[in-house]
């Protein structure tokens, strides 16, 4: 096999697909690159049986083939590689890959290609059947970014260490939760044909297509057995999903509340901000005072210091006093994109509701305030 390339398409390549490199030592093969040259198009790959990332990479075969290289000196080197000029990669007898560029020379020892997991291959396009959904990637990237901070990092939850995506017609509607909060995005996609399907996507899946959509363009799921193959474009994406029941994340929404505010997002977002950095390990919450046509937000920590935060509302209603983890407001907040928000609590006690336009909603447990 021999490939001619530059570095900048390379290097990008590699940055994309170790991200997918397993970080345990279990098997030596999940440590490596598949690096693929056939039917005139390059290919890199990396896979932790979980997840797995391939990206096409501009450049011209000389001769088809395919090796594995250790992905973390493979980045050095091409990292350090000049930065002008053509890299040379070629792969000789006993899985040795020699990489030259300029007057610098490598050579790496790669193990057998039959060794690499085999992924399935990601159809191009639409493909075929009905379990192949296209979204523009734009909405959907607006939709993670709304729902993502709300997954579970508690492995003993495992069922909430994703996303839930429900598929019904033209809405697509994305659920995440950990116990304490709960986000829930839903928008019109177009015609998804009459699919109506309830996944949920893992974490490290979720954070690979934030960090790859784009503002343009489409994405395209197709959903076979227990995984999902996304087509990105140059970047092809293959993730086992979380099987398990989602919990009825219904019935956590309150039916009523006592009192709504509208505030205005940025306001609200740094005035809170501004509260927490008197926050402690100890002593995490603030205390969130609201009377007539204003909304005080306090912070005290013993032997630090205090904190105030004043906001004008349109609030007729008596006083009322609640706490929350100002973390959880400050990541809610930081992600929407609309200039007011709706702000509603029943009691110091139950849940209180952060709504944006008529598609999302966000539902925060209070916290006692000390």
């Known amino acids: 096999m021999k490939i001619h390339t530059t ?3 390379l290097l990008k390549g590699i940055q994309i697909v170790q991200n997918a490199v397993s970080s345990k030592n279990t098997l030596p093969i999940l440590s490596h690159i598949l690096v693929e040259a056939k039917k005139e198009e390059i290919r890199l790959t990396a896979t932790d049986l979980e997840i797995g990332i391939s990206m096409k990479v ?5 001769e088809e083939g395919a090796f594995t290289v250790p992905a973390r000196k493979f980045s050095e080197i091409v990292k350090e590689l000049p930065l002008n000029g053509i890299i040379h990669i070629s792969l000789k007898k006993g899985q ?3 990489i030259e ?12 290609r039959e060794d690499f997991p085999q992924l399935p291959e990601v159809p191009q396009g639409a493909g075929r059947g009905g379990d192949s959904i296209k979204l523009p990637q734009k909405k959907l990237k607006q939709m993670i970014q709304l729902t993502s901070f709300a997954m579970s990092h508690d492995e003993s939850r495992y069922v909430l260490n ?23 995005v839903q928008k019109e996609m177009g015609d998804m044909g009459n699919i109506k399907k309830d996944l949920i996507i893992p974490m490290k899946t979720i954070q690979e297509l934030n960090r790859n959509l784009e503002d343009e363009g489409d994405v395209f799921f197709h959903l076979k057995d227990n995984q999902t193959l996304i087509n990105l474009g140059q970047i092809h994406i293959t993730s086992r999903l979380i099987e398990g029941e989602y919990p009825n994340y219904e019935q956590v929404i309150p039916k009523k509340t006592k009192e709504e505010i509208t505030l205005n997002t940025q306001d609200f977002l740094q005035a809170t901000r501004r509260a927490s950095i008197l926050t402690s390990q100890d002593s995490q919450s603030v205390k969130i005072n609201i009377i007539k046509d204003r909304m005080i937000i306090t912070k005290s920590t013993p032997d630090l210091g205090e904190a105030r935060e004043e906001m004008e509302v349109d609030y007729k209603g008596g006083e009322f006093i609640i706490g929350f983890n100002p973390g959880f407001l400050v990541d809610v907040l930081k992600n929407i994109e609309e200039e007011n928000v709706k702000f509603s609590f029943i009691d110091p006690e139950k849940p209180a509701v952060i709504k944006s336009g008529e598609d999302y909603t966000y539902v925060v447990l209070p916290m006692q305030v000390t």
Do not use: P
Request: no cysteine; charged share 30%.
């Open 58 to 62: 501009e450049g011209e075969i000389i």
């Open 101 to 112: 560029a300029g007057k610098s020379y490598f050579k790496l020892m790669g193990l057998s």
């Open 162 to 184: 994703g996303i839930l995506f429900s598929f019904k017609e033209k809405i697509l509607k994305m659920v995440a939760t950990d116990g304490r909060r709960l986000a829930i």
């Open 7 to 9: 570095k900048d398409s």
């Open 96 to 98: 040795s890959i020699h």
